[in-house]
């Protein structure tokens, strides 16, 4: 029996690994299965250096990725379904992490091969439902699991709230003494200018699509990479993390206890700011807003948050494991 979950690229995929690896801590003859977008490398890569058990991944057409206009929705939709027929097989369970990549493969899982479908609600998510998750609670009787309960006022039936989901640590947290900023497989170019208007000294930026050079031109003395699969070591060294809203921002706070900074980004289309301070307030992040933030107040609060929130006192109860009970008795 297949458990297969879609890790449609970011914070998606780190949802899916969180699940994944807890259901091999607990039951190690499990062997999941990965739907992923087709040529995500980060995604592939990701997954193989956090699951050193076999695995198998599958690439299926995500329909629009972030940023593309809604046209490109139907030019690949019909790539998505037919990569969905193809590739999946047998039965089990569907574990869908809020994308519209998970729509095809979920719906034609579901009816054609009898799989049971459940979906992840996003952390980011207190004010309205992710439309992805809509469509499959709604239209097609998908079981959810809520990381708030707040969410369950959108989804009163079928569900159940877990807690927070993120991924394991696998390192122990020390002192490095750097600011690591992480702006996510979309970017944020406006907060790595403003930090490159700042004084900060010893810094390691994860520059998603801009180019590393953009940085180290500027900022010889710093670090940059677009992305690194083992994100997770820079993480666990770091003074502080100054961060997009996003699972890895999660993974910091409660993997790995760092005080940590959010930068609002209005760029991006699905970031609903109240949703995202309401998530911030919850996991006791200090949230900024790109919009007013100057390079002076960043420095003061990048030096003074150390003091003021170190070590991380937020504690919630793990998400991911509780999902990985749920999906196991489910099964057998």
């Known amino acids: ?42 995604s592939i890569d990701r997954i193989k250096k ?25 030019t690949r939709i019909p790539k998505a379904v ?7 097989t047998g039965k089990g369970i569907i574990v869908c992490t809020g994308s519209n990549h998970g729509l095809a493969p979920s719906v034609i899982g579901k009816y054609l091969h009898r799989y049971q479908l459940f979906c992840i609600e996003d952390v980011f998510r207190l004010t309205n439902m992710s439309k992805a998750n809509r469509i499959l609670y709604k239209l097609f009787n998908a079981y959810m699991f809520l990381q708030w309960s707040e969410q369950k006022r959108f989804y009163p039936r079928r569900s159940v709230v877990v807690g927070p989901v993120y991924e394991k ?3 122990s947290p020390w002192n490095g003494d750097y600011v690591l900023v992480i702006t996510g497989t979309i970017g944020h170019k406006k907060l790595v200018d403003i930090l490159l208007k700042t004084n900060l000294e010893k810094v390691v930026i994860q520059t998603g699509p801009l180019d590393p050079s953009y940085v ?24 502080v993390v100054i961060s997009h809203p996003g699972v890895t921002m999660v993974n910091a706070v409660l993997a790995y206890r760092k005080p940590v900074i959010v930068i609002y980004n209005p760029d991006i289309p699905a970031a609903n700011y109240p949703n ?20 002076s107040y960043l420095e003061e609060v990048v030096y003074h948050l150390p003091y003021l929130r170190y070590p991380c006192s937020v504690r919630y109860v793990d998400g991911a494991l509780n999902i990985a009970k749920i999906i196991y008795r489910f099964i057998y």
């Open 1 to 42: 029996m297949n458990i297969v979950f879609i890790a449609s690229g970011g914070g998606h995929t780190g949802y899916a690994i969180a699940v994944a690896e807890r259901l091999l801590d607990l039951y190690r003859d499990v062997e999941p299965v990965f739907i992923v977008p087709s040529n995500d490398k980060w």
């Open 50 to 74: 956090r699951l050193w058990k076999k695995t198998r991944i599958i690439e299926v057409e995500k329909p629009l990725k972030p940023d593309e206009p809604f046209i490109r929705l139907f």
């Open 82 to 88: 037919y990569d969905s027929l193809t590739k999946i």
């Open 169 to 171: 640590p696998v390192y």
């Open 216 to 239: 180290t031109s500027a900022k010889p003395e710093w670090k940059a990479f677009r992305y690194d699969p083992d994100i997770d070591k820079w993480i666990a060294g770091a003074k």
């Open 276 to 295: 995202i301070v309401g998530a911030c307030r919850k996991l006791g992040v200090w949230f900024l807003d790109i919009r007013s933030l100057t390079p």
